[in-house]
């Protein structure tokens, strides 16, 4: 299995410059935008040089297609304060003239505080074992899997088998156990937080669950992806609720609550996509 780590840990070339192999075991039909949202904060994570300060959000603009294979990041460090820090990371295709894709990221200090609450609840479901695999051959056979989710164990915990037929359209939601095959944990144990973008990065589907088993099939390029990491995930298993809001002019719009084994919420983020025709010769998962 592919290890997420390793494939998104860019080298140094200096200048704010640096450089990775973007390999095509994390694509949908491209390189995931989630995985690029986790590249962009590991350059500015090195750029900055301060473990203290960990990263709290990043917004992605995809201004372009980045294919698998070389990649560069520019680093430029915005504004790098006593509490915050604000970073820009341009991701291009080695070599190319497009540009690519742009991130804002904030990193800051734990502060403490007098204040602390969560004021949303996580969905009742099962746990993770005893929620059906999405990787499991159906009654038509096996169906297609884009690479990035041979690489991530899935489990359906709220929603409809959106391939199959016989069930009613409801609410635009969909949850979904998570977790990575290669396990993402930093040598404090713990569960990294750059391991969540990719996750996040899976909303549109949740739009099928209010169209309904004849819905026209659909691809979901990503306009812009923000990620707000909270807490720092307890478990390898994260569910990732996710529920499109508004859909309209060609548009889908979504967000996204990813809880802990523990209901520790982790991270929340939001998401513009466009709907756009199936290609021709292209599967859906």
Known sequence: MADLATDTRPEPLGGGRYRLALSDEWSFRHPSGGVLTTVAPRAAALELGEPELRVRSATTLFTSVIEAGPVECAVRVLRRGNAAAQVHVNVSAGGASEPGVDVVATFGRDLGSTYSF????????????????????????????????????????????????????????????MRYRTPQRLASGTLDPLCVPPLVDTMPPSAIQRLGPGFTPFVAPSLDLT???????????????????????????????????????????????????????????
């Open 227 to 285: 990620v707000h990491f909270l807490t720092p995930p307890a478990s390898d298993w994260l569910l990732v609720d996710t529920h499109t809001r508004w859909v309209g002019e060609g548009y889908g719009s979504a967000d996204v609550h990813v809880w802990d084994e523990s209901r520790m919420l982790v991270a929340f983020g939001t998401q513009m996509w466009l709907f756009r025709k199936v290609p021709p010769g292209v599967g859906l998962g």
């Open 118 to 177: 969560t004021d949303v609840t996580p969905p009742f479901v099962a746990a993770p074992g005893e929620c059906p695999p999405l990787d499991a051959p159906t009654p038509i056979g096996r169906r297609f899997l884009p690479p990035i989710f041979r690489n991530v164990e899935t489990r359906l915990a709220l929603g409809h088998l959106w391939w199959e037929t016989g069930w009613e359209p409801g609410p635009a939601r969909l949850a979904r156990w």
